[in-house]
């Protein structure tokens, strides 16, 4: 299955941010979106996986398969980290956590409230959830925030073993995870004019 996104314009509070976005993230291979803060990685993204709308433009090949983690860990603090991905793979029909735990190096920490844990901890259980999803597709906003360097590792690890098993996944980071399948664009061409910003603004 093959994610593909065709001239696509993204707008933020109104106004036009991108236009004429293409391209396509194929089975086994990663796509990371680059740019200066602000140039629309994250409403891309959002757009992307469904959760607002975009102005023009179109994304096939991923209807119900994308997983999503944004700047938020979606966690319950008031469960266990066995309580949260358990929760999650109900959600998704599956009910293996153990790889997940195992991936994030969670096992320690299996007991312990979300609530609790270090910025860098809910980190890892956040994108931990990823793994119990099931879902091929993978789209990612700054995943490795709070993340230090040996965590970084391991999240790299969970990416290259996710794609080796016929994943993809799109992400906006500015770190390099040393991932071979991963492909790179700069978004900073797509940055909508000064017709676009002035079309919209003659409509707010």
Not at 41 to 56: D, F, H, I, W
Not at 61 to 69: L, N
């Amino acid at each position: 299955m093959v994610l593909s996104v065709r001239d696509l314009a993204v707008t933020r509070g109104g106004l036009a941010i991108l236009e004429g976005v293409s391209f396509d993230v194929p089975p086994g291979e990663a796509l990371v979106l680059r740019g200066p803060n602000g140039v629309g990685k994250t409403t891309l993204l959002r757009s992307v996986a469904g959760l607002q709308p975009a102005e023009v433009g179109q994304v096939t090949g991923a209807e119900d398969e994308i997983a999503y983690s944004g700047h938020s860990d979606g966690l319950k603090a008031m469960l266990s980290v066995t309580e949260n991905l358990r929760f999650w793979a109900s959600v998704f029909g599956l009910s293996d956590i153990a790889p997940a735990l195992a991936a994030f190096d969670l096992e320690g920490l299996r007991d312990r409230m979300a609530g609790t844990l270090s910025a860098g901890q809910k980190r890892r259980l956040g994108l931990a959830r990823l793994m119990v999803t099931g879902r091929p597709v993978w789209v990612l906003d700054e995943p490795t925030v709070s993340l230090d360097t040996a965590s970084v590792a391991l999240f790299a690890q969970a990416v290259r073993t996710h794609l080796g098993q016929g994943g993809s996944a799109l992400m906006a980071t500015h770190i390099d995870l040393g991932l071979a399948e991963a492909h790179v664009l700069d978004l900073t061409p797509y940055k909508a004019g000064p017709r676009s910003r002035q079309m919209d603004e003659a409509f707010l």
